[in-house]
C-alpha cells in the first residue's frame, strides 16, 4: 500500500489514534500530515508505504477550517479542553461589525504562538510547561490568511470560515477575534475542510474506510500538485541511479519550484528542485516493485 489516504478524522480521537487503527489492518509504515487536537475533526491526510516519503512536500500545504467562537470565557488552553481563567460579558454584535473585524485579520501578520503547542523549549514541548504552570515568551511567527468570514449563530457563539497559512493557530485567532469583539473567548469547535488540495469532499470515515469505502491516492496523485516532467526510460534509469548530469537536460523551472520526474509507466520516480538557479534531486523513488500474484 503505497500513497496517501484522505480520513475524516472523528472527534474524541488523537491523530496518533487514526495512524494505529489504519497500520494495524494495512500492516504498513504509516504516518499523518497536520496533527488535529482531539476535540477536533476533518481532513487528516496519512502517508502509507512509499507515500511516507512525500510528507516533506505536503507539509507546508495551506489550511481551511470552520468552527465556533465561544465568547464571554477564555481558557487556559484557548480551546473547550481547558480551564477557565477568565470571563468577560457577551458583547452585542453585529453583522457589519463581524465583517470590519474580519477584514482587519486579511493577509500576513504575526502570532505569537500559545504555550499549549507542541513546539519545543531546550528539548520539551511547551504544553508539558504549560500544564506544569511555566510560561515562557514565545517569538510571534508570522502566518497568512487569506480568507475569514464571522457570522453569529446565537448568543455568545460566533461561527466562523477561515483559510490559512500553515502554522496558523486557530485557537489564537479565536482569542483574537474574542478581544476585538471587545470580549474573551476560546474554540469551541473546530473541523479542517481543507489540507492543501485534498478536501473534505473527498475524505472518508473510519467508520466507511473499515467497511470498504475510500481510495488510497497513489504517490502521482498525492502530488498533483507538483508539475510533472516526463522522461524516457534511459532518463529514468538514470535517475534511480541518482545521476545528477541528467538534471541539467531537464526544462527550466521557476525559483523555488519542486517538480517530480514521471518514468514511462507513470510511476514517480523523482521529486527534484530548483536551488537556486538548477534542478537538484530533492528524493529518488526506488524502482517499481514487480507485481507478485
Given at each position: 500500500m503505497?500513497g496517501l489516504?484522505?480520513?475524516?478524522k472523528?472527534q474524541?480521537m488523537?491523530?496518533a489514534d487514526?495512524v494505529r487503527v489504519?497500520k494495524?489492518r494495512?500492516?504498513?509504515?504509516t504516518?499523518?500530515?497536520?496533527?488535529?487536537?482531539?476535540?477536533?475533526?476533518g481532513v487528516?491526510?496519512?502517508c502509507?508505504g512509499e507515500?511516507t516519503k512525500?510528507?516533506?512536500?505536503?507539509?507546508?500545504?495551506?489550511?481551511?477550517?470552520?468552527g465556533t467562537i465561544?465568547l464571554?470565557r477564555?481558557?487556559?488552553?484557548?480551546d473547550?479542553?481547558g480551564t477557565?481563567t477568565e470571563m468577560?460579558?457577551?458583547?452585542?454584535?453585529?453583522?457589519?461589525?463581524?465583517?470590519?473585524?474580519?477584514?482587519?485579520f486579511?493577509?500576513?501578520?504575526?502570532q505569537t504562538?500559545?504555550?499549549?503547542?507542541?513546539?519545543k523549549r531546550?528539548?520539551?514541548p511547551?504544553y508539558k510547561?504549560a500544564r506544569?504552570g511555566?510560561?515562557?515568551?514565545r517569538?510571534?511567527?508570522?502566518?497568512r490568511?487569506?480568507?475569514?468570514e464571522?457570522c453569529?449563530?446565537?448568543a455568545g457563539a460566533?461561527?466562523?470560515?477561515?483559510?490559512c497559512?500553515?502554522?496558523t493557530?486557530?485557537?489564537?485567532?479565536?482569542?483574537e477575534?474574542?478581544?476585538?469583539?471587545q470580549?474573551?473567548?476560546?474554540?469551541e469547535?473546530l473541523r479542517r475542510?481543507?489540507?492543501?488540495?485534498?478536501?473534505?469532499?473527498?475524505?472518508?470515515t473510519?467508520?466507511?474506510?473499515e467497511?470498504?469505502a475510500?481510495?488510497i491516492l497513489g504517490v502521482?496523485e498525492?502530488l498533483?500538485?507538483?508539475?510533472e516532467?516526463?522522461?524516457?526510460?534511459l532518463?529514468?534509469?538514470?535517475?534511480?541511479?541518482?545521476d545528477?548530469?541528467?538534471?541539467?537536460a531537464?526544462?527550466?523551472?521557476?525559483p523555488?519550484?519542486?517538480a517530480k520526474l514521471?518514468?514511462?509507466g507513470?510511476d514517480?520516480?523523482?521529486?527534484?528542485?530548483?536551488a537556486?538557479?538548477?534542478?537538484r534531486f530533492?528524493?529518488?523513488?526506488?524502482?517499481?516493485?514487480?507485481?507478485?500474484?
Amino acid at each position: 500500500m503505497d500513497g496517501l489516504l484522505i480520513v475524516d478524522k472523528p472527534q474524541g480521537m488523537t491523530s496518533a489514534d487514526v495512524v494505529r487503527v489504519v497500520k494495524r489492518r494495512l500492516h504498513c509504515k504509516t504516518g499523518h500530515l497536520g496533527t488535529l487536537d482531539p476535540f477536533a475533526s476533518g481532513v487528516l491526510p496519512l502517508c502509507l508505504g512509499e507515500g511516507t516519503k512525500v510528507a516533506q512536500f505536503l507539509n507546508t500545504a495551506d489550511k481551511a477550517y470552520t468552527g465556533t467562537i465561544r465568547l464571554g470565557r477564555g481558557t487556559d488552553t484557548g480551546d473547550l479542553t481547558g480551564t477557565v481563567t477568565e470571563m468577560a460579558p457577551l458583547p452585542e454584535v453585529s453583522a457589519g461589525q463581524l465583517e470590519q473585524v474580519a477584514a482587519q485579520f486579511l493577509g500576513e501578520r504575526l502570532q505569537t504562538p500559545p504555550m499549549y503547542s507542541a513546539i519545543k523549549r531546550g528539548g520539551m514541548p511547551l504544553y508539558k510547561l504549560a500544564r506544569q504552570g511555566i510560561e515562557v515568551e514565545r517569538a510571534p511567527r508570522r502566518v497568512r490568511i487569506d480568507r475569514l468570514e464571522l457570522c453569529l449563530q446565537a448568543a455568545g457563539a460566533i461561527g466562523f470560515s477561515v483559510a490559512c497559512s500553515k502554522g496558523t493557530y486557530i485557537r489564537v485567532l479565536a482569542q483574537e477575534v474574542a478581544g476585538m469583539l471587545q470580549s474573551v473567548g476560546h474554540l469551541e469547535v473546530l473541523r479542517r475542510t481543507r489540507f492543501g488540495s485534498f478536501s473534505i469532499e473527498e475524505a472518508t470515515t473510519l467508520e466507511a474506510w473499515e467497511h470498504g469505502a475510500g481510495t488510497i491516492l497513489g504517490v502521482r496523485e498525492s502530488l498533483r500538485d507538483l508539475r510533472e516532467i516526463q522522461l524516457d526510460a534511459l532518463a529514468a534509469a538514470r535517475v534511480h541511479r541518482g545521476d545528477t548530469l541528467l538534471l541539467t537536460a531537464l526544462p527550466p523551472g521557476q525559483p523555488n519550484e519542486i517538480a517530480k520526474l514521471l518514468g514511462p509507466g507513470g510511476d514517480v520516480v523523482a521529486v527534484v528542485a530548483m536551488a537556486p538557479r538548477s534542478w537538484r534531486f530533492a528524493r529518488v523513488f526506488g524502482e517499481p516493485r514487480p507485481a507478485t500474484l
